[in-house]
């Protein structure tokens, strides 16, 4: 740790009144020191990050931190805040703010180091010593901590990631609580049933696996203390993780999942009662997380898949492990994911694209789109050529949308490694016009290759260059084989046949063209059929007349009902709607606006019998409306922004008003039915709020891009 931080990356008067400015002035030091090498690039990754999900927790503490190729070493810089910055947490701004800055193949032992911070972080009297501290040297010894690492002191990284000297084993001075080391047999004691210690497996992880993974797994350790509860958790960070001995999984009576990505090898811990919660619930209330699941072992309710190795409690009535893409979910939960883990990175190549495209219409009219290339006509003075360079860059980003697509599909199934065939598959798609469904079979095809792949066993030797050379090299292999060769061309025809069907529906029929639109832009909200819809307005622009401008028109209008319906839900009858749903609606009026169908998803993924059936209604309303009024739009995105391109504006917003109105309605009905017959189902369920909706809820605060 010594080598991390310095007197001179601590800022005991940090200024900053916002965490992108607290970020910035804390970076700076390290730009300085030559830690990091490029300040832009570096403070974009760290915005990356905040945006999966806040870095701030209770206690003044905010710990803003990410992996980046921008970073030369790992690094870490202190501010303290008189006034306080807000990153987040649910007690207000923070005052102790923690820049960790590591590369992006940081070694084990700079991430080990990193998670002993974040274990520290939990101790009020360390925290109370960087607050009174006089200088920025007194600060860094503090945070440096023991200068060997193998001091037997409580701040000491041990040998396996996030571990410390005097977690292992059992400890003596508390009678009754254990905390077992990763690796080691749980034995009975002496005591009869009634006396013997509650034992609790549980996991933590967090996307970047550096501090709220050991923060949760060291706040569930002195819950446990205080409890009386014997806590073994396992860390999953990015410095790797030692799985529990089986022994010590199969004598727990609970388990506990404190997690914002999936667990890995969940299928351990099957036949288990189980709590389910995000890593912030594991920091924030870890003693809640305790109690509820010694409830559900005293109830013998499981929460887990039997398959054979419960024990305690087991009983004999499984539901699935909440989660996404783990063993013991159906595959239609692992689909979903995977899905939108694509949909939520392209949406920001389509609004950006879009807008684009929208601005070069307005300023260039509408022959914009037959301009020569501006790298070989450009006039400066000429309003037409910038018209036409943002008409080209928008349509240079709507190239990038099936790579994209297809790429983080396979990163949701198979992480990194399915990058590189997901990329080269949604290219082969969009080469052969397979469109929005190849993109789709481009990204499982290749996560499914890289899944198979990394089964294989290999010799030592060869696994340090599995993931660089090995993977893509095969895995990209198979995907440009399978698609330029057995599934594209099929897909490709698919797709035509679907726009072909489509335009049969217009003319006389275009207000039951209207409804089948609507109807298929909320259906999935950013899924397969919103894309097939929306593809088909999109390539209508590319020759436009009258009937292709009026699909745009009712496509664009009935894509922005579901986020907008939700947002006004939430507002007139907020008491039917969770604390993270009603923070959600705030977002879904902006994402709606700006047609972001996506800003729907966390409503739909906590109640899609009800959600999705009223986003419907309300989307056919408005998509017959739109084609009745003869609305048109020459731009394919943008929303209420791009008003001055519609035909016929006040018509067209009463069309959206009404769908919106019919969704709103519909959804408060029967989200009210609902309540008045399961008064258990509160806005305050604890699963509601810290795990699935909660996890829907991060996505769509925009975490990950929308």
Partial sequence: MSEMITADLVDLDLAAETKEAAVRSLA?????????????????????REALMPTGLDGGIGIPHCRSAHVTEATLAFGRSARGVDFGAPDGPADLIFLIAAPAGADDTHLTILSALARRLMDEDFTTALRTAADATAVAALLQGPAEPGDAGPDAPADEPGARADERGARADQPGVQVAEPGTTATESDTTAADRVFRIV????CPTGIAHTYMAAEALEKAGQHAGVEVVVEPQGSAGFSRLDPAVIAAA?????????????????AGKPTVDAGVKAGINRPAELIAEVRAKAERGELTGPVTGAGSGAAGSHPTPL????????GYGTKLRTWLMSGVSYMVPFVAAGGLLIA?????????????????????????????????????????????VLAGYIAYGMADRPGLVPGFVGGSIALTINAGFLGGLAAGLIAGGTVMTVQRIR?????????????????SSAVVGLLMFLVVGKPIASLQKALTDWLSGLSGTNAIILGVVLGLMMCFDLGGPLNKVAYAFAVGGLANPNEGSLKVMAAVMAAGMVPPLAMALATTVRGKLFTRTERENGKAAWVLGASFITEGAIPFAAADPLRVIPSAMVGGAVTGGLSMLFECTLRAPHGGIFVILLIGNPVLYLIAVAAGTAVSTGLV?????????????????????????AGGAGAAAKVPEPV
């Fill in 28 to 48: 700076e030091r390290m730009v300085t020191l030559g830690r990091v090498t490029d300040l832009d690039g570096f403070l974009a990754d760290v915005a990356a």
């Fill in 202 to 205: 549980a996991v933590t992880s």
């Fill in 253 to 269: 009576d609970g388990v506990i999942f404190a997690h914002d990505v999936p667990v890995r090898e969940k299928e351990r811990f």
């Fill in 322 to 329: 909440d989660g996404a893409g783990e063993p013991g979910e």
């Fill in 359 to 403: 601005l070069g219409f307005a300023i260039g009219g509408y022959t914009v789109d037959k301009a020569p290339s501006v790298a070989e006509h450009f006039v400066w003075t000429d309003h037409t050529s910038w018209a036409a360079l943002l008409f080209q860059v928008g349509g240079l980003a709507f190239t990038f949308l099936l790579p």
């Fill in 458 to 474: 290999v010799p030592a030797p060869l696994r340090g260059i599995m993931p660089v050379v090995v993977i893509p090299l095969l």
């Fill in 668 to 692: 408060v009905l029967l989200k009210a039915a609902r309540k008045t017959g399961r008064p258990d189902q509160g806005e305050d369920a604890t699963r509601t709020e810290d795990g699935a």
